[in-house]
Structure formats: structure tokens, C-alpha cells
Nanobody, 113 residues
Framework: QVQLVESGGGLVQPGGSLRLSCVAS????????MAWFRQAPRKQRELVAS???????YYTDSVKGRFTISRDNMKNTISLQMDSLKPEDTAMYYC???????WGQGTQVTVSS
């Protein structure tokens, strides 16, 4: 198991940016995939982006060109840069290590004027 702690959420106006960070309690270098999920009220949880150790990242269609996922195995961190935010991006965002079924506690992102 690995403990994942997210930070960086908040309230932002449409068109604004936020950067989410996730710190893992142990090394993530051996974990191939790290991911960000989100869940909006009354909606199913969805995969936002994932990043392997090497290779190309995956993005759900609705965030392509606006979000960028990255990882730093030396610092055991995973980040999600979110630009051009829209109200429909409002959700709780979770950092996930799928191979270990480990989820963080989530960080709330609210996009509203």
C-alpha cells in the first residue's frame, strides 16, 4: 500500500488555472501507471489522465489540450496542471496508484464565476 496526499484544489474562475499535486508515502518508481480521477456530484467517477513510466500519457477527451499530467519519481510526486478551466471541470480530484488500488483523500476543484 502507498499513502497518497493531494493538494492544490480550490475555487477558480472559468478560464483560470490550478495545479494539483500528489505526494506518495513510498517510492513510485516501480509503479508503472499513476493516474488522476475525478468525481462530480451525481456523476460517475472518471479517469482524467494517467501517466506511465515512460511512454505517452493518456487524457480523457474533455481535458485534452488543457490538462497536463506529470510525475517525478525522485520526489515521489504526481502533478496535474489544469489550464483553461471550465465549470464542468468542477469535481473532487483523486490521485490513484491503480496497481495498488490506492486512492488519496481527494482535493476539491470548483470552477465558478
Amino acid at each position: 500500500q502507498v499513502q497518497l496526499v493531494e493538494s492544490g484544489g480550490g475555487l477558480v474562475q472559468p478560464g483560470g488555472s490550478l495545479r494539483l499535486s500528489c505526494v506518495a508515502s513510498t517510492s513510485i518508481g516501480s509503479l508503472n501507471i499513476m493516474a488522476w480521477f475525478r468525481q462530480a456530484p451525481r456523476k460517475q467517477r472518471e479517469l482524467v489522465a494517467s501517466i506511465p513510466n515512460g511512454g505517452s500519457a493518456y487524457y480523457t477527451d474533455s481535458v485534452k489540450g488543457r490538462f497536463t499530467i506529470s510525475r517525478d519519481n525522485m520526489k515521489n510526486t504526481i502533478s496535474l496542471q489544469m489550464d483553461s478551466l471550465k465549470p464542468e471541470d468542477t469535481a473532487m480530484y483523486y490521485c490513484v496508484a491503480p496497481a495498488l488500488s490506492s486512492w488519496g483523500q481527494g482535493t476539491q476543484v470548483t470552477v465558478s464565476s
